[in-house]
T-cell receptor, first 114, second 115 residues
Framework: EPEVTQTPSHQVTQMGQEVILRCVPI?????FYWYRQILGQKVEFLVS????????KSEIFDDQFSVERPDGSNFTLKIRSTKLEDSAMYFC????????????FGDGTRLSIL | AQKITQTQPGMFVQEKEAVTLDCTYD???????LFWYKQPSSGEMIFLIY??????QNATEGRYSLNFQKARKSANLVISASQLGDSAMYFC????????????FGKGTSLLVTP
């Protein structure tokens, strides 16, 4: 069964450094998402991407964050200057073209900011 | 205000018994979808079941069923014949509006299945 793939599984970065989290969504999917989950808390929406542009974003997704779909298969989340509070599990999700389909999640990238 | 409320932070159930995990939601949008995801201790998010606001029948997927009570705005997950492998966090989520919109998650219920 096709799945969403995220790399790396764990990223450790110094505060202030840039980090790029990578995702390969399911190939025929059209909607792409990033969510984060701070340890012990609920999953929070960051941004959605459709038709090569951001379709929706939360207040968490400020100017420090950006997303890209550089080559038609990868979907990346960049954090420009990481802060301690960016430490979390980051999930990529994708969804197919038909309505009422679930979002399929990757296994996540655990980001640790030191 | 919370869009999704899961009032049970933790639940215990004995193996082979059924368990109900509660979820209530808040929306004024007539078109919405309700989802349940399972998160084992390894951290991944596994889709379990979906219920659309216009669906007439309650959704079922194997041992999972969704008790959808629209007037009460509740979408409880029922797991029948619990197995040890069902021990995990369970999240209820809602999508308001058309299908491409983001999911809004509840805080989750931790389920422990005991032998």
């Amino acid at each position: 069964e096709p799945e969403v793939t995220q790399t790396p599984s764990h990223q450790v970065t110094q505060m202030g450094q840039e980090v790029i989290l990578r995702c390969v969504p399911i190939s025929n999917h059209l909607y792409f998402y990033w969510y984060r989950q701070i340890l012990g808390q609920k999953v929070e929406f960051l941004v959605s991407f459709y038709n090569n542009e951001i379709s929706e974003k939360s207040e968490i997704f400020d100017d420090q964050f950006s997303v890209e779909r550089p080559d038609g298969s990868n979907f990346t989340l960049k954090i420009r200057s990481t802060k301690l509070e960016d430490s979390a599990m980051y999930f990529c999700a994708s969804m197919g073209p038909d309505s009422n389909q679930p979002q399929h999640f990757g296994d996540g990238t655990r980001l640790s900011i030191l | 205000a919370q869009k999704i409320t899961q009032t049970q932070p933790g639940m215990f159930v004995q193996e082979k018994e059924a368990v109900t995990l509660d979820c209530t939601y808040d929306t004024s949008d007539p078109s919405y979808g309700l989802f349940w995801y399972k998160q084992p201790s390894s951290g991944e998010m596994i889709f379990l079941i979906y219920q659309g606001s216009y669906d007439q029948q309650n959704a079922t997927e194997g041992r999972y069923s969704l008790n959808f009570q629209k007037a009460r705005k509740s979408a409880n997950l029922v797991i029948s014949a619990s197995q040890l492998g069902d021990s995990a966090m369970y999240f209820c989520a809602m999508r308001e509006g058309p299908s491409g919109y983001a999911l809004n998650f509840g805080k989750g219920t931790s389920l422990l299945v005991t032998p």
